[in-house]
C-alpha cells in the first residue's frame, strides 16, 4: 500500500518515489488503453504524458492512499484525455475520388460543436457551389439538392446525358479544387 501524502505545499524525495514506483507499475497498461482508443502509437505516447501529467498534479494536491483502485483512476483520467484531444482535434476531410461531403455529414448523433462543424462545411460547400460557373453549378445543384438522375438532368437542360455528366465531374473538380474547401482538406 503506498501512500502520498502532501503536507501543505511540501512534497517529500520519498513521495516522488512512491509517485515513480506507482507510475512505473502501471504505464504500460495504461499506455495499451490509450493507443486502443486512438490506434497510434506516437499520439498514445503523447496523450499518455498528458494522462501522466494531470494524475501527478492531482495526486500532488490530495492525500492518495492506494488501495488497489490507482489503476481504475487512471484509466478514468486517460479517458477523458483521450476525449478531450478527439473535442479539440480540427475536422478532417478525407481525400479521395470516392468521398461524399454530404454522406461524411450525415451522422447518427452529433453534439453540439460537431453540430456547428457539420453546419459550417454545408454552408461552405453551398457557397463555393454558388461560385462555380452557372451550366456546372446548375447540373451539381440539381444532381446534389434535387436528386435528379443524369438522364433527368439532361432531359431538364436541354443537353446530351454525356455533357451532364461532364459538366457534373468538372463541376466537382472545381469544388475539390476550390481554395477554400482545401483549407479544410489540408488539415
Known sequence: MHSLKNNGNKWSKMDNIKLEKI???NKNDIQRFINSKVYDTHLAKDLSQDTFIKLIK????ENYNEEGKFLSYAFAVAHNVVRDYYRKKKPVMIRSDNFKVFSTLESKQLNKEEEIIKNQIIDLVKDCIEELPSNLKKV????????????QIAEQTNSS?????????????????SHRLKQITDR
Request: overall charge positive; hydrophobic content about 35%.
Open 23 to 25: 507510475f512505473k507499475e
Open 140 to 151: 451539381v445543384k440539381l444532381r446534389i439538392y434535387s436528386k435528379l438522375t443524369f438522364r
Open 58 to 61: 492531482t495526486l500532488r494536491k
Open 161 to 177: 446525358t454525356n455533357t451532364v455528366l461532364g459538366r457534373f465531374r468538372y463541376g466537382l473538380n472545381h469544388l475539390k479544387n
